[in-house]
């Protein structure tokens, strides 16, 4: 097998596992909230320093053979399907690693300030630590089908994290809908699966690890499935549960509602890792993808599309958590344009740049909050920059970097990506991400100047700065934020470039484009200090009611969900299933019905027993005869 | 010496009991039919089966036989006190 062996694999992984164990069996009462903590971050901390170890010797191989694996044992064997518990570490693995534990790292650390005094911190430090796991098993995965074992773990530690106060119930309903609208993408990405490995099976290349994956998907390019192309099929198949776990038109609705859970979960699942599963797996599988030009094409329009949607909705929220949403929607359909267009190096920067300055801005909401004693309404805020000055300060390093200042780290990345669509994606795209950019650079200065800047419009005077715990982490990431993007933009990209295929081009045009979108950045944050003052603000808020409302509903995609899907599917469950089915076949027929059979039998045959005892003598004896009979 | 009139007498005896104790009323007398359809099958193991193995199984049946007659006769004693009758179509207790 190609690759060399390399034992260090697993001490990336079993840390958080472990720390889950001891913190999710020794809990409140062995371990104590601040020991939970130290274990949880110790922990992750552990496994960066493995994953940093891997990434350093990974480095001194050539960079054609950059590949380290490491077999657990045979997870299934059936007939010509083996599947090994396999592991990998290349170039894309060791990326993703880094940027998993290195956040994760952070955030556990703010987290210890951010949860104290909660009564369900070492629950939460398992959940976390499991979630990490599973993760990590996700981009470390030799094959697809240990990644699925991933995808479906840190689903349900994301399902576990939104529904953490699942005292109430609005929040417990919030992970309901995350893992049910998660399990409708699995759905395609489970089929997609079984249709790749089937079609494989059937070209007599049954192996499903990613190597032997890449060597024979051309084989599959001339086979049709339903009436198409077959990569194309297996392609949309995947890439549909890849919106469902990114958070992409049409199963965007999820991840707002997520924002339930406590803020540092929001930073580390909801922004920085688990929502990029989808664009690993599409960077990682990106040679399916290469042979299929039309799943590609929906890739990119899709991206385009929630990139832009996603932006207008954020430009109107109230909740500070909400803008941060629905810009990370926006942000992840940017790096599936970036896929759409045959750029996956581009859209694994972006991945990046995105993991640090939208971790931090998820942080220093999350300060702020804490800050204001739960209050995540924007208008109740304003004027924090003076109670709150740390705070203020790095979070307008994120605020910047997402705009996409020049020299900042999302400057860099959706530069890159705008360009890659340029030249593959065409002007429209172009133009949509362009004005999105715009947009992006509007709704993150419009939360900045809610929140810190003006006159304070209510009890803003009670918020206190935060502890060194959540500000030293968010400045380990407000570092990144500024200059991550400049470190990486070329390394990076050459580094990916054996794993994830396409690199970096001279487009003529590149300083033009680069100028364009720069511009539509800074327009977009001069606009949002000229409309967010009250004249304007008001004036905009007369003309354009109707688009006002339309936008602040979010489009009415959950009422239409409601009314096209969950109604019938109540509808159906309730009346059909339930009362028809349950109540009445199962219970009534079924059940019921067995035990009615059963009294009515007893109740006709109890006349034998009539207690007389010629009667029985009787019978005993022509019983007798008749087995004599039998045996003579 | 020939077996077969003492196996007729044996069925012939077993019949008798047999209808004897399907007809008649009173535990007793069905107690006694039993001990009359046990001695017609004494009676048929002494004459068919191997000598003299089967002189010795007729003696222990008799014990048998006693010890089931005197487990019987208390039994009998016992319902005669619970129901003060001896009559088996009037004891039906067990009717379902």
């Known amino acids: 097998m190609e690759g060399n062996y390399y034992p260090l694999l697993k001490w990336i992984l079993l840390p958080p596992l472990a720390g889950f164990i001891a913190n999710g069996l020794g809990g409140k009462k062995f371990l104590g909230e601040k020991a939970g903590g130290i274990i949880g971050s110790a922990a992750i901390f552990v496994s960066l320093v493995f994953a940093a170890l891997s990434f350093s010797d990974l480095l001194n191989l050539p960079a054609d053979h950059r590949l380290l694996r490491d077999t657990f044992y045979t997870w299934i064997s059936a007939g010509s399907f083996f599947v090994d518990a396999a592991f990998r570490f290349d170039p894309l693995s060791a990326v993703m690693a880094l940027i998993i534990t290195g956040v994760s790292l952070l955030i556990h650390i703010y987290s210890t300030g951010y949860m104290k005094g909660d009564a369900g911190c070492n629950r939460y430090f398992a959940y976390l630590n499991l979630f990490v796991f599973f993760m990590l098993v996700l981009v470390l995965a030799d094959n697809p089908l240990v990644m699925f074992v991933g995808?479906?773990?840190?689903?349900?530690?994301?399902?576990?994290?939104?529904?953490?106060?699942?005292?109430?119930?609005?929040?417990?309903?919030?992970?309901?809908?995350?893992?049910?609208?998660?399990?409708?993408?699995?759905?395609?990405?489970?089929?997609?699966?079984?249709?790749?490995?089937?079609?494989?099976?059937?070209?007599?290349?049954?192996?499903?690890?990613?190597?032997?994956?890449?060597?024979?998907?051309?084989?599959?390019?001339?086979?049709?499935?339903?009436?198409?192309?077959?990569?194309?099929?297996?392609?949309?198949?995947?890439?549909?549960?890849?919106?469902?776990?990114?958070?992409?038109?049409?199963?965007?609705?999820?991840?707002?509602?997520?924002?339930?859970?406590?803020?540092?979960?929001?930073?580390?699942?909801?922004?920085?890792?688990?929502?990029?599963?989808?664009?690993?797996?599409?960077?990682?599988?990106?040679?399916?993808?290469?042979?299929?030009?039309?799943?590609l094409e929906v890739v990119l329009l899709t991206g385009c599309f929630t990139a832009f949607f996603a932006a207008v909705i954020a430009l109107l929220q109230k909740d500070i958590k909400k803008v941060l949403a629905y810009s990370t929607v926006s942000q992840l359909g940017y790096m599936f344009m970036a896929a759409g267009a045959g750029a996956f190096s581009a859209s694994v920067f972006h991945l990046a740049t995105h993991a640090f300055f939208k971790a931090l801005l998820f942080l220093g909401a999350g300060s702020v909050i804490h800050g204001m004693r739960g209050e995540q309404d924007m208008f109740k805020m304003g004027g924090l920059r003076n109670y709150m000055p740390h705070t203020f300060l790095l979070m307008a390093a994120g605020w910047l970097a997402i705009s996409g200042v020049p020299g900042l780290s999302g400057f860099y990345s959706k530069d890159l990506i705008l360009e890659k669509v340029f030249e593959h994606g065409g002007r429209w795209v172009w133009a949509a991400g362009v004005l999105t950019a715009g947009l992006t650079a509007f709704y993150t200065t419009r939360l900045v100047i809610l929140t810190f800047l003006r006159q304070p419009r209510t009890s803003s005077s009670h918020a206190h700065e935060s502890p060194l715990s959540m500000t030293l982490p968010m400045a380990a990431l407000a570092v990144l934020a500024l200059g991550g993007g400049f470190l990486l933009k070329d390394s990076l990209l050459v580094f990916l470039e054996p794993a994830a295929g396409v690199g970096a081009g001279i487009n003529p045009h590149a300083t033009l484009l680069m100028a364009v979108s720069t511009g539509a950045g800074l327009s977009g944050i001069a606009a949002a200090f000229l409309l967010t003052l009250p004249g304007p603000a008001a004036f905009l808020k007369l003309t354009l009611a109707p688009a006002h409302a339309l936008a602040f509903n979010k489009f009415y995609v959950d009422e239409i969900y409601g009314l096209l899907a969950v109604r019938p599917l109540k509808f159906i469950s309730g009346k059909l299933l339930f009362k028809l089915l349950?109540?009445?076949?199962?219970?009534?027929?079924?059940?019921?019905?067995?035990?009615?059979?059963?009294?009515?039998?007893?109740?006709?045959?109890?006349?034998?027993?009539?207690?007389?005892?010629?009667?029985?003598?009787?019978?005993?004896?022509?019983?007798?005869?008749v087995m004599l009979y039998w045996i003579i | 010496m020939n077996a077969y009139p003492l196996a007729a007498i044996s069925y012939a005896l077993f019949a008798l009991a047999a209808a004897g104790f399907l007809t008649c009323g009173s535990l007793v007398r069905m107690l006694m039919f039993l001990e009359l359809m046990l001695n017609a099958a004494n009676i048929a193991i002494v004459a068919l089966g191997p000598q003299p193995a089967s002189q010795a199984y007729a003696l222990m049946l008799f014990a048998v036989a006693a010890a089931e007659a005197g487990v019987g006769l208390a039994l009998i004693i016992a319902m005669a006190s619970a129901f003060k009758t001896l009559e088996a179509e009037n004891i039906k207790d067990l009717k379902g």
């Open chain 1, 151 to 295: 995808w479906e773990g840190v689903g349900l530690c994301s399902y576990l994290l939104i529904g953490f106060w699942y005292e109430d119930p609005e929040k417990a309903s919030a992970g309901k809908k995350a893992f049910i609208t998660n399990r409708v993408g699995d759905a395609g990405f489970l089929l997609g699966l079984m249709l790749l490995f089937s079609l494989l099976a059937a070209a007599g290349a049954p192996a499903m690890d990613f190597a032997s994956l890449e060597k024979n998907a051309p084989l599959l390019a001339s086979a049709t499935a339903l009436g198409m192309a077959a990569p194309t099929l297996i392609c949309l198949l995947l890439f549909f549960g890849a919106t469902g776990k990114s958070a992409q038109f049409p199963l965007h609705v999820w991840l707002p509602d997520a924002m339930a859970g406590p803020t540092p979960v929001s930073a580390l699942i909801h922004a920085a890792t688990m929502v990029t599963a989808g664009v690993y797996m599409l960077a990682r599988l990106h040679f399916l993808y290469e042979l299929a030009p039309k799943a």
């Open chain 1, 582 to 625: 349950d109540a009445g076949l199962i219970d009534g027929v079924m059940v019921n019905g067995t035990a009615q059979a059963f009294y009515k039998a007893a109740s006709s045959l109890r006349r034998i027993q009539n207690g007389r005892l010629d009667h029985y003598a009787l019978i005993f004896t022509l019983g007798v005869a």
